[in-house]
Each structure stands twice: as C-alpha cells, then as structure tokens.
C-alpha cells in the first residue's frame, strides 16, 4: 500500500481502567509514619490500559499530501476544542503560582513575605561545615534541601521570566523576587572554591517524620561535591540556573547581574574540569530515592554551557555545545521520582533529570535566527514537538480520556507543565522565523503547539473530567488533603508550642483537610484515568513540587496575555 495514501485516524477509547488503591490501615496510630510512607512512597496507583486505535484511510486524487496534513492538523485540532468551556483567569492562577514559592522558603523570611502562615526555618543550616547556607528552598512536601532539582527550578523560572516576563503585570517583581530567592542561596553554596554543596538536610531522617519546617529535630547535614568527589550533574545544573538568572537582572541590577554571571563561569569549569556523578559520591543518599541521575551529567553540562553562551555571547561556550552535543546518547534512562529508571528517546525528554529537549530548544533559536546549521538541534526540537501532538504519528506521550498528557511514572504533573512550556517558547521561535515544523510527512503550524499546551494549563485550572482546579486556591474545588508538612500541620501561630518528629502524625492520618492553604501549589495530579484521590497518602498525586510550578509561571504568563490562543 502507498505509503503516501495511508491517514491514520488516532481515536482514544476508555477501556479497562481500574483504581488499584492498596493503602493499608492506619488503626489508631499504630501503623508507624515511616512505615506507611515505605509502603507508599510514590506508589503507581492507577493502572492505565489507555488503547490507540488506527484505522486506514486510502486517499484518491488531488494532493494527497496536502490533504493528510491539513486533515491531521484539523483531527488534532478538534481533540484539543472538545470539553472547553469558559475561560480561566489566568491573571489571578499566574499570581497564585508564584505565591507558592514563599511557602517553599527555606531561612529567614523578609518583611514583605505575604504568606505568613510559614516562618523562620532552618536558621543554622551550614554551621558544621562553617558556610552559611541559610535560605534556598524545600522542593516539595519535605523539609530537604536538594539543590539539584532547586537549581533546575531556578533555570526554569529564569526562562520563563526571559521569555513571558513582559506580560507578567505587577507579578514579574514577585517572579523576580523568587529567582533570587534561589540565587542568593546558590552563591553560598558555592562561595568555596572547588567545593559545592548539593543537599542541606537527612533525607531518611526526614521522611520518618511528619514536622514543622520551624521545629526541624532531624540533622541538618550538609553534603558536598568537590574535586576529589564530584558531581557535575549538580554543579552544572547550578551554573545554568546562574547564567539564565543573570540575565533576568542584568536591566534591574547590573552589578548582581554580573556577580552571578561569573560565579556560574567558575561553576561550570568546576562542573567540566572535575568529572563525575553524585551518585557516585552520595550513594543511598540519593539513590534511588532522593534525585538520583539516571541520565548521566552530559545533558547538564551542555545546558549550563548553552545558557552561558547565550548570557555572554563568548564563542567558547558554543564551540563546547558543538563539541558535545553529538555525544549524548540517542536513548537514555532518566530517573523517576519513585526511583525507577525509565527509558525512551532522548530528545523527548526534559525535567529536572535530562535537558536534552531544553538543549535543543534554546539553542535551536540561535541556530535559526543565525542561519547556522540545524542539525541536530532544529531536527530534534521538531521531533520533541511532534512527539507531544495528539494526532501526531511519531507521538510519544499518551493521553487520558478527558486530555491530559502523561508519560511513564509517577508525579505527572512535572511532565505536564514542562513540556507545555517548551511548546510554547518553540511555538515562539518557530513562529518568527515563519517556519512550519516538521512532523514526519506533514507541516505543523506553530499555532498548533499553542493549541496543545493550552489544553494542558486548561486541565490544570479545571477543564477536565472532575471539573476541579489541581492548584490549591484557585477555582472552587481544588486538593484539600496536600501531601505538604508545613500545610498540613497547625501553624506556628495558631499552635506555638514545639512539635516533635512524630508528634505530627495525627495530622498526617487525618481526613480533615490541611490547616494552612498553600496558596498556588500544583500537585502530582490525577492517574490517567483523570480520577483523583485526595489524600495525602497518596504522594505521587496530591504532592507539590517546585519544579511543576516553576515553567507553569512562564506558561500562564503567555495565556495572561492572549487568553484566546
């Protein structure tokens, strides 16, 4: 059969979803915390038997090409139109997104902090290694330190402020406020030369607890990556998060600008010159649990090398991305945040674990607007993009029936939010340079990434099956039950006295709802089935991480501005 005549018609069907919940019981406290959370950490608990049915078309007379790729495009137009209904207000949902990142401060809080609530943490973190590593921020529902995935929150809320900060309103100030939140605290975590720090915190010690951020009874250790044992993974991913952030002050604050613009130069050669993993020097400390690195250090010392380039236009950083960029792997295993390895293409894939989508995007700016080579970067942003496209016959993702994209494990949500933003700054890049992108035998228009990402910040706010909002205070039904500590727990104000490490518990066990809102959170998010359980056991759904948050700013920012994209 021709090839050229064959129009495969993508048609979802709902079949065989079954809710595999296996959480045990709490009697009366008598189930320990640690044990339950052993039990139930990051468990999988839907499981998804999603089928993608094909059907063949033969196409006769006229061009035929032109007919499939103006069908497929109308097809997928038309799966992302069913289920709309009335706008968000993306204005109030871009606020509360960036509020959520004062509820995830580590340190002393500043006068103008606006969710008072949460208080004064960790005050002495870094005293036993004699550095002051005050500040930064918790990545999730915990009370650790991880500067890996900080570091790529940080790039991200850098870009998204690079590319949509113009029509943030008055909230780019806040948004600005929260990159240098996490600047301030990467300059001391890497004010030793030769020396980096990587996590502040026990990660086991902390999670058999259930505490208050302000009456922390676990060690605060502080581990380090240096030239005898170290992690360029860490360290080049805090060099991108430098570079990108020096540019968001580089009109508000020229000498800050500048002071992060070298420091990022003195990390990565730190990064580039002492090779190795963290995994390596942390061992059980973070795998395969706590961030281990499943894709290898490659990805992010290219990234930090991109960001660097573009920061400072020095030829040497892009002859380094050059020089690497062909040695990634074609296929990668990327680290789930359940500590499962999962593997596919590289060029799909983008979180806090692999850059190598990212890469490809940023660079494939430069490359189009210079006229320079597009191989691979271009190739493989058009083939990122296409892989996300519901009608797309090369797509990589799958769908729930109500729309919401998912790729393999746990904590969806990351997923969701990432790849929407790099739709829409490719959307962007494409668009200007008035190109099409390239989807197997068809021509995509940049519009239709738009479209995509769309749906996907849609279903976040409310437009999906269950008709709730998966950010907490926005809409009129959102997650109660937040797998989030200082959410959970009375607040210093409401209950002053000291809570112990297990004093907590009740609050953890409990039905009732959290006692503090945090304000802008976004969760792991439903099972593909798009049901929900509201429960804080249940940490792949109902926990938040900065890392959603972070290119869901850039996002929302985007439809602030053209609701109607």
């Not at 970067?377 to 998912?406: H, M, Q, R």
Request: glycine share 8%; proline share 5%; with cysteine.
């Amino acid at each position: 059969m021709d090839q050229s005549k064959t129009l495969f018609l993508f048609a979802l069907s709902q079949h065989d979803y079954k809710l595999n919940l296996s959480i045990g019981r709490i009697n009366g406290g008598s189930m320990g915390l640690k044990s339950v959370q052993e039990k139930l950490h990051c468990h999988h608990l839907c499981a998804n038997s999603l089928r993608v049915k094909a059907s063949e078309l033969m196409m006769g007379g006229g061009n035929v090409r032109v007919q499939l790729r103006v069908l497929m495009v109308v097809i997928g137009m038309m799966m992302v139109v069913v289920g709309r209904v009335t706008s968000q207000n993306y204005e109030d949902a871009l606020t509360k997104s960036i509020l959520f990142f004062e509820g995830q401060r580590s340190g002393r809080l500043p006068p103008s902090q606006r969710m008072t609530w949460r208080k004064d943490s960790a005050l002495n973190d870094g005293t036993e290694s004699n550095v002051d590593l005050v500040g930064g921020y918790y990545d999730a529902g915990d009370n650790v330190k991880f500067n890996f995935p900080m570091a790529f929150t940080t790039t991200l809320l850098a870009w998204s402020v690079l590319e949509f900060g113009q029509f943030m309103g008055s909230d780019l100030q806040y948004a600005l406020d929260a990159i240098r939140w996490g600047t301030d605290y990467f300059l001391k975590a890497t004010s030793i030369p030769g020396t980096v720090f990587a996590i502040v915190g026990d990660p086991y010690g902390d999670h058999s607890c259930w505490q208050r951020p302000e009456d922390m009874d676990t060690p605060r250790t502080s581990y380090a990556v240096t030239t005898t044992n170290p992690g360029s993974e860490v360290s080049a991913e805090m060099a991108a998060a430098l570079a990108a952030s020096s540019m968001v002050f580089q009109a508000s604050d020229a000498q800050y600008s500048l002071t992060l613009l070298n420091r990022a130069a003195m990390v990565f050669d730190f990064a580039d010159m002492y090779r190795g993993s963290y995994n390596d020097v942390f061992g059980a400390l973070v795998c395969p649990y706590y961030y281990c690195d499943g894709s290898g250090y490659a990805d992010e010392l290219i990234w930090a090398a991109a960001w660097l380039y573009k920061a400072t236009n020095n030829q040497s950083y892009w002859d380094y991305v050059l020089k690497h960029i062909n040695s990634l792997p074609q296929y990668i295993k990327r680290m789930d945040t359940d500590g499962m390895p999962v593997s596919g293409g590289s060029f799909a894939e983008f979180g806090w674990d692999s850059k190598h989508a990212g890469i490809n995007i940023l660079v494939s700016k430069l490359v189009i607007d210079r006229q320079l080579n597009p191989s691979p970067f271009v190739f493989n942003a058009d083939k990122f993009a296409c892989s996300i496209l519901p009608e797309s016959p090369t797509k990589s993702v799958t769908y729930s029936p109500g729309g919401l994209l998912f790729k393999p494990g746990s904590c969806n949500m990351q997923h969701v939010t990432a790849l929407s933003f790099l739709l829409l700054v490719y959307s962007r890049y494409s668009n200007d340079a008035q190109r099409g992108i390239q989807c197997d035998n068809f021509v995509v228009p940049p519009s239709r990434l738009v479209q995509v990402a769309h749906s996907q910040v849609d279903y976040i706010l409310g437009k999906n099956p269950l008709g709730m909002s998966y950010m907490v205070g926005y809409g009129n039904s959102f997650p109660q039950r937040i797998h989030h500590r200082a959410s959970s727990l009375p607040s210093v104000d409401a209950y002053p006295a000291h809570i112990d490490c297990q004093g907590g518990s009740q609050y953890f066990q409990t039905e009732n709802p959290n006692q503090n809102l945090l304000i802008g959170a976004v969760v792991g998010g439903p099972a593909a089935d798009d049901s929900y359980v509201d429960f804080r056991i249940d940490v792949s759904q109902s926990e938040p991480i900065t890392y959603i948050n972070a290119p869901l700013v850039g996002a929302l920012a985007y439809f602030k501005a053209f609701p109607s994209s």
